[in-house]
């Protein structure tokens, strides 16, 4: 019977020692939280981006703007960019694949450094896209694959709804749509001015804008807020901080876009 009793007590003892381990992996395993941003569906799905990502995503969004393609073709854009790099500037890939389309210098589309460069890439990217005949009228899976001639074509339709929803955000069509959250902005990494001219067309962004460009600009600045030093950003009264990581409705709704820098009054 002491036996029986001295068995069962090491087996109570392991089974704990046991739990605590698998605890402690769990714990240890599990994603610690960090700076990222969220973007928000209409039906209240949300969809994580990192800092870089929603920063790419930006860029293809700004450009479409700048040259004045329907959402579609940003909806179209982006499904492409996340299919083929996960919307990061990647330095290679398949062949000679390269940036956030993985598209290759040795089928004209440009030089390596050209590629790399993700205002070249967006706007090649809508160039061809607009030379399909048709296009605007196609699902985003057949108007993507016209571009990329991808052997995997019905790859980009499982992206459909998290760019779609990224587009409407970035486009301004869904107000206060992303958000970013555990930024830590300091100095500039960048001069908000040659980058705005050259994603934008514009660096005039402060000031009254009609409601669905001042959201777009809006939401270009907090994707970019790390790139630019900016701790603040608001729009027709309702704010982004990096220290709350959220929108805040609070001020006059007077279609006004403001900034704040770090360390400015």
């Avoid at 001219?197 to 402060?206: I, K």
């Amino acid at each position: 019977m002491r036996r029986s009793r001295g068995a069962l007590l090491a087996l109570v003892l392991a089974a704990v020692v046991l739990a605590g381990v698998i605890t402690w992996i769990v714990l240890v395993s599990k994603p610690v939280p960090g700076p990222g941003c969220v973007v928000t569906a209409a039906d209240g799905s949300t969809y994580r981006l990192t800092v870089e990502q929603a920063r790419n995503a930006g860029t293809i969004a700004a450009v479409g703007r700048r040259l004045g393609v329907p959402g579609h073709a940003v909806t179209v854009a982006l499904a492409t960019a996340i299919q083929e790099s996960r919307l990061r500037n990647l330095p290679g890939g398949d062949r000679d694949s390269a940036g956030l389309f993985q598209q290759r210098p040795s089928q004209g589309w440009g030089t390596y450094a050209e590629v790399t460069n993700p205002v070249y890439a967006a706007t090649t990217f809508y160039q061809r896209l607009q030379q399909q005949p048709g296009w605007a009228a196609l699902t985003v899976t057949q108007a993507a694959q016209l571009v990329q001639r991808s052997a995997l074509p019905e790859a980009y339709a499982q992206w459909e709804s998290q760019a779609a929803a990224t587009a409407a955000a970035l486009t301004g069509a869904m107000p206060s749509a992303l958000t970013c959250s555990d930024l830590s902005p300091g100095a500039p990494e960048a001069d908000l001015v040659p980058v705005a001219t050259a994603e934008l067309g514009t660096a005039v962004l402060s000031g009254p804008h009609p409601s669905a460009e001042g959201w777009a600009d809006a939401s270009w600045l907090v994707a970019n807020a790390m790139r630019f030093g900016l701790d603040g950003v608001t729009f027709d009264g309702v704010t982004w901080t990096a220290a709350s990581g959220t929108w805040t409705a609070g001020g006059p709704r007077d279609g006004v876009l403001r900034m704040h820098r770090v360390g400015a009054p």
